[in-house]
């Protein structure tokens, strides 16, 4: 209610009838309209689903940060193993430390531009397919 936003994807009619998101609701987007959307977003929100557990590592993590748009991201245990928090992403515990960080953010530029920079650093850095690929290929050699 407090924060002009956008969402794009799916599950809006998962939400009740009079839920404000739905005003805020604009459509799916795949392949590079989806990086479209990430690219030209100030912030980027994500939350894991339940089957996540307690710990991090969708995709939207790399996708946001690749594309160099500031990730704000429910926090995780293993958070810290993949983004330094605070400088390459920014992690949130409840819906209303979320809110708050969204709002300190959107006004200050410099701040969100500084972790949205070096967020796509580390990923570009570290986490491509190359770099999973290597992971697997060592997996698969642990096994054979």
Known sequence: RHINMEIWGTGINNLPKNS???????????????????????????????????????????????????????????????????????????PEECVELIQYYLNNEKERNA????GQKRTLRDHTYYHRMQELIEIIRKYF
């Open 20 to 94: 404000p998101l739905r005003q805020c609701y604009k459509k799916q987007a795949w392949g590079i309209d989806m990086y479209n959307v990430l690219k030209n977003s100030k912030i980027t929100l994500n939350n894991h689903i339940g089957i996540a557990g307690c710990f991090a590592g969708n995709m939207r993590l790399f996708e946001a940060t690749g594309v160099g748009t500031l990730l704000i991201t429910d926090w995780k245990k293993n958070l810290n193993d993949m983004f330094d928090t605070g400088r390459e992403v920014v992690a949130y515990h409840t």
């Open 115 to 118: 972790i949205a920079c070096a």
